[in-house]
C-alpha cells in the first residue's frame, strides 16, 4: 500500500514535517505498528510512502458497518476487547520506548490486518521526544505532546471498542 503525496501542494515549510514522518515511522519494528518499507520519489505528480497493506480497514470503518447492520451491536466479549486493548497499548509502548509520540491515536487511525491484528497507523504528526514527560507547546498545533496525552488518547478507542459507539 502506499500514501500518495503530491509534491506540487506541499509547501516549503511541510517539507520537514514529511521527512520526520519517514525518519521517525522507519525506526518502528512492532507488529501492532504498520510497516514502512520506503518511499518512491519517481518522476512523476507524486511521491509514494509505501506501508504493509492492511485489507481489515481501520476500526472507525468495522464499528460504523456494525452499527449500520444493527442499531445497537452486540459489545466485545471481554477477553476480544481486553486483546484489542492490549496491541494498541503494546504499539504505543513501542514508540515511547524509543521515544516517540504519536499525537493523533483515533479508531480511525488503528487499522486491521489480515490476520486479525490492530495496527497503529498514520504517522503523519509524530514527533521525537528527549524528555516525554514535558509538554511542548506546538506552535503550528496548540496540543499537548506528552506520554500522558499519547496514554488519555487509548480511553476513547477503548470506549469505541467497547459500546461500538463512534464519536
Not at 506541499?10 to 519517514?22: G, H, R
Not at 507488529?31 to 492492511?54: A, D, H, S
Not at 456494525?66 to 451491536?73: I, T, V
Not at 516517540?100 to 483515533?106: E, P
Amino acid at each position: 500500500m502506499a500514501k500518495q503525496i503530491a509534491p506540487a501542494r506541499l509547501a516549503a515549510k511541510d517539507l520537514p514535517l514529511l521527512q520526520n514522518e519517514m525518519c521517525l515511522w522507519a525506526q518502528l519494528d512492532h507488529p501492532n505498528c504498520v510497516k514502512f518499507f520506503g518511499v518512491c520519489f519517481e518522476p512523476t505528480e507524486y511521491y509514494y510512502l509505501l506501508c504493509e497493506f492492511m485489507p481489515g480497514g481501520s476500526l472507525f470503518d468495522r464499528h460504523h458497518a456494525l452499527r449500520a447492520q444493527s442499531m445497537r451491536p452486540a459489545p466485545p466479549q471481554t477477553p476480544q476487547m481486553l486483546l484489542e486493548m492490549r496491541q494498541i497499548a503494546e504499539a504505543m509502548d513501542h514508540l515511547h520506548n524509543k521515544k516517540i509520540l504519536h499525537r493523533d491515536l483515533k479508531s480511525a487511525n488503528v487499522l486491521l490486518a489480515e490476520d486479525g491484528r490492530l495496527v497503529v497507523a498514520d504517522f503523519g504528526l509524530v514527533r521525537y521526544c528527549r524528555e516525554c514527560w514535558r509538554v511542548e507547546p506546538q506552535p503550528t498545533a496548540p496540543m499537548m505532546s506528552d506520554r500522558a496525552t499519547d496514554r488519555a488518547c487509548l480511553w476513547p478507542v477503548a470506549a469505541q471498542i467497547r459500546t461500538r459507539r463512534l464519536t
